[in-house]
């Protein structure tokens, strides 16, 4: 266990359904990422939260919305997905942003159908 | 555009052979990476921290090291268990990590 916990592991959603992504850190650290991880594909950085800001929005596309109420909860919200969003999204963790090494969840494996 | 790149793609060794895998990468000046393991459908697992060039660490099988333009993860005599992709990232203290895209470890028994 790396103290970030991700939920749910797997998800199964239509196109035109709405779901969140949950990640609870027990660190206490103080900044939170959202990465996706797409076969064949190095890992990419969708947000960051520093002290519950956000930093950081890599262009994202709307349709993912993401969520900081305090340092040790971070959601993504998800609506009208397209098939392309199927991926592996990891929640990471650092102690103070990126000069420090990031925990990583488990994961959620997300299918878009 | 900072760029990470690493070599080999994938990597098959028999188990005890010793080998290194290599990331490299241009920015703006040097200024250290990160090696992590990933197991399939699992996220990333930290490994190691390298600041300066020079500087090497080492866990287990496991040893890192980085040089003005690159970094070498050394594996010696590794078994099975330590099958994974491993990934590098930096550099500590960017406005965002590069990844790249692993190296793919197996080993065989």
């Known amino acids: 266990e790396t103290g970030v916990t991700q939920t749910p592991r797997h998800l199964v959603m239509g196109m035109t359904n709405k779901k969140s992504l949950k990640c609870e850190q027990h660190?206490?650290?103080?900044?939170m990422y959202w990465y996706k991880q797409s076969a064949k594909k190095p890992l990419e950085l969708m947000f960051v939260y520093n002290f519950k800001e956000q930093t950081e929005n890599n262009s994202v596309p709307s349709r993912f919305s993401p969520e900081c109420p305090n340092s040790s909860h971070l959601f993504l919200h998800l609506h009208t997905l397209q098939p392309e969003d199927s991926a592996l999204y990891l929640c990471?963790?650092?102690?103070?942003?990126?000069?420090?090494?990031?925990?990583f969840g488990q994961g959620t494996r997300l299918t878009v159908v | 555009e900072d760029q990470v790149t690493q070599s080999p793609e994938a990597l098959r060794l028999q188990e005890g052979e010793s080998s290194s895998l290599n990331c490299s990468y241009t920015v703006s000046g040097l200024r250290g990476l990160f090696w992590y393991r990933q197991d399939p459908g699992k996220g990333p697992e930290f490994l190691f921290t390298?600041?300066?060039a020079g500087e090497e660490k080492e866990k287990e099988r496991l040893k890192a090291t980085l040089t003005k333009k690159e970094s070498f993860l050394h594996i010696t005599a590794p078994k099975p268990e330590d099958s994974a992709t491993y990934l590098c990232a930096g550099p500590p203290g960017a406005r965002q990590l590069t990844f790249g895209s692993g190296t793919q470890l197996t080993v065989l028994p």
């Open positions: 390298l600041y300066s």
């Open positions: 990471a963790s650092s102690l103070e942003g990126v000069e420090t090494e990031a925990f």
């Open positions: 660190l206490g650290h103080n900044a």
